[in-house]
């Protein structure tokens, strides 16, 4: 009888297969169940670029907000989106009006960040800036402005998820972006802490304080 014959006569084969187990015991599991503060220390290891969302609220009062929830969405159709904390008070007046600015810093835009960062303070109080084709403040030198409509908004959890349909898109600067890591700016081995900035929160400053 052949090795392949006496294969087949010997009936089945066992085959010992390996089977995947997880290696996070329950206690660890338990310890790293996603708590604000461990969302917002664990989300910050996701380096960002930084961005300002501006608007024109009631009155025509410049309005706006530093956000690092920016992303595109689609090509044909045009859509990049944000999200917005419920408790901001920027983004009703920009919803109110329809458009807003995403203004992309430079690196070098850390008052900018601060400033539209912050809940003190009125944010264009001595700030150059300009209204754009658009109607909606454009700020200066940033490395590019997307213009944008409010195409559609959906609630998820307490925050809003805006996309926008875009209108126009600027080209500002060549500068290196604004790098937001680990509640820092850049990515060097110790870049400077962020100035005048309270704690953010999991997606942003401005998500909250606008």
Same mark, same amino acid.
């Given at each position: ?11 089945p084969?066992e085959? +010992? ?7 996070? #015991? ?6 790293? @169940?996603? $708590? ?5 220390? @664990?989300?910050?290891?996701? @380096? $960002?670029?930084?961005?300002?969302? #501006? ?21 044909? /159709?045009?859509?990049? !989106? ?11 007046? *920009? ?7 995403? +203004? ?8 900018l ?22 109607? $909606? ?5 940033? !490395? ?18 805006? *996309? ?6 600027? #080209? ?6 604004m ?13 400077? @802490? ?7 929160? /999991?997606?942003?400053w ?5």
């Open positions: 009888m052949s090795d392949q014959e006496h294969a087949n006569s010997a009936g084969v085959v +010992n297969l390996m089977t995947a187990q997880s290696l996070t #015991t329950p206690e660890t599991l338990e310890s790293a @169940a996603p $708590t604000p503060l461990r969302m917002r220390r @664990a989300m910050g290891a996701f @380096a $960002t670029g930084v961005t300002v969302v #501006t608007g024109m609220g009631v009155g025509g009062e410049p309005v706006g907000f530093a956000c690092q929830s920016f992303a595109s969405v689609s090509l044909e /159709p045009p859509l990049v !989106l944000f999200c917005a904390d419920h408790k901001g008070r920027s983004w009703p007046a *920009i919803r109110d009006s329809g458009r807003f600015c995403v +203004n992309v810093l430079a690196e070098d835009q850390a008052d960040c601060a400033r539209f960062g912050s809940s003190r303070g009125r944010k264009y109080d001595g700030l150059d800036w300009d209204l754009s084709h658009w109607g $909606t403040p454009s700020l200066r030198d940033v !490395l590019m402005r997307v213009h944008a409509e409010v195409y559609d908004v959906h609630a998820a959890g307490d925050h809003d998820v805006v *996309i926008g349909r875009v209108l126009g898109l600027e #080209t500002v600067t060549e500068e290196r972006p790098l937001f890591f680990r509640g820092r700016f850049g990515i060097e081995a110790e870049p400077p @802490a962020v100035p005048s900035l309270e704690v953010p929160g /999991p997606w942003g401005g998500d909250y304080w606008g």
